[in-house]
């Protein structure tokens, strides 16, 4: 079973930065997508960003121009770059791979990581 290791979470100050990872490990499988999902307290889990398997980043429109998602696929590791963090990015962070097991497609969730922006 592959497994989604997260990192990089932590208490910053409006317009501070963090990078958040999260690296596939276990049994892995070649990951076709990977993405970033945000869920603030009492709101539902958002999606945030996503790397396409042709290299094409999307973003959440609140967050383009201040976060970067890249990879490191000889790591089997994705990143988010966070800069100019503002309060309402608070949140859990959840790394999100689609898993090509060649008959079907899996989704693999990580176990989040805390970012609280705040004075």
């Known amino acids: 079973q592959m497994q989604l290791v997260e990192s990089g979470g932590g208490t910053v100050q409006p317009g501070g930065s963090l990078r958040l990872s999260c690296t596939a490990s276990g049994a892995t499988v070649p990951i076709t997508v990977w993405s970033w999902y945000r869920q603030a307290p009492g709101e539902q889990r958002k999606w945030v960003a996503s790397?396409?398997?042709?290299?094409?980043?999307s973003y959440l429109d609140s967050v383009r121009g201040r976060f970067t998602i890249s990879r490191d696929s000889r790591k089997n590791t994705v990143y988010l770059q966070m800069n100019t963090l503002a309060p309402e990015d608070t949140g859990v962070y959840y790394c999100?791979?689609?898993?090509?097991?060649?008959?079907?497609?899996?989704?693999?969730w990580g176990q989040g990581t805390q970012v609280t922006v705040s004075s």
């Open positions: 790397l396409s398997p042709s290299g094409r980043f």
């Open positions: 999100y791979a689609r898993g090509d097991h060649g008959v079907e497609f899996r989704d693999y």
